[in-house]
């Protein structure tokens, strides 16, 4: 399974963030994965954001769940994140993942990852 995110890598203060991930060789409907967005902050740790299940259902963290939303695109493969309001300190690299667990932040973890994506958070 092949993952790449894809948005852009500047963004505005205030304004949402969106990232895309593409799943290849693998199906985001089949039964039991989870498919995921973290990010890891410059001279910081792995943080989990969020993940939508095969089903559908999503899961956020709790710092950001006003913030964030996870939707996906089955027809595409791709699922997507929206990350509303942000600011300079949401700059970090953006990784999309995926697997049979969620929730954490540890790479381990996860099954499949992107390459990430650098976005930067400035006017």
């Known amino acids: 399974v092949r993952l790449r995110e894809s948005g852009p890598e500047l963004a505005i203060p205030s304004q949402t963030l969106s990232l895309t991930c593409t799943v290849s060789?693998?199906?985001?409907?089949?039964?039991?994965?989870?498919w995921t967005w973290l990010r890891q902050p410059p001279g910081r740790g792995l943080q989990w954001l969020g993940t939508i299940s095969s089903s559908g259902d999503t899961y956020c963290t709790p710092s950001l769940k006003s913030r964030i939303s996870i939707s996906k695109d089955t027809s595409s493969n791709q699922f997507t994140l929206d990350l509303r309001s942000v600011t300079p300190g949401d700059t970090a690299f953006y990784y999309c993942?995926?697997?049979?667990?969620?929730?954490?932040?540890?790479?381990?973890?996860?099954?499949?990852w992107g390459q990430g994506i650098q976005v930067t958070v400035s006017s």
């Open positions: 060789l693998g199906s985001i409907t089949t039964n039991g994965y989870y």
């Open positions: 993942a995926g697997g049979k667990e969620y929730g954490s932040d540890w790479s381990y973890n996860y099954d499949f």
